[in-house]
């Protein structure tokens, strides 16, 4: 019998969202700080992070061809939720007295309202 190989369906990142601001932890744009652009799975892609260099084709468009820099995704693992300049920050989940569940980070001693989870309608 031959074993099939199970493919699993990627969750995308629930507390990193297309617009936040994330700082690199990890890499060669470590400490850089961008926004989110797109989320795509267990990849985003940062806006003015990890960016390399296609190669483009001659069209009729541009008969000589062109360089065209382009940023790469990278893994969630990588970036952290910026609340500062470069500050990053662990989300909690926390839940109020009215039952509604929100993102919370550490400032000093005390815990700061981040977002809701849920996403707005």
Not at 26 to 49: F, L, P, Y
Request: net charge positive; proline share 4%.
């Amino acid at each position: 019998m031959r074993t099939q190989k199970i493919q699993e369906k990627q969750s995308p990142s629930k507390k990193i969202r297309k617009g936040d601001s994330v700082v690199v932890i990890t890499g060669n744009d470590r400490g850089r700080v961008g926004i989110v652009k797109n989320c795509d799975g267990e990849r985003v892609i940062v806006h003015g992070i990890n960016v390399r260099k296609k190669h483009v084709k001659p069209t009729q468009n541009s008969p000589k061809g062109r360089i065209v820099d382009m940023e790469r995704p990278i893994h969630v693992s990588n970036v952290k939720i910026c609340v500062d300049e470069e500050r990053g920050v662990k989300l909690k989940v926390r839940t109020n007295e009215d039952g509604q569940r929100h993102y919370v980070y550490n400032n000093g001693d005390e815990e700061v309202v981040y977002r809701s989870v849920k996403k707005p309608k």
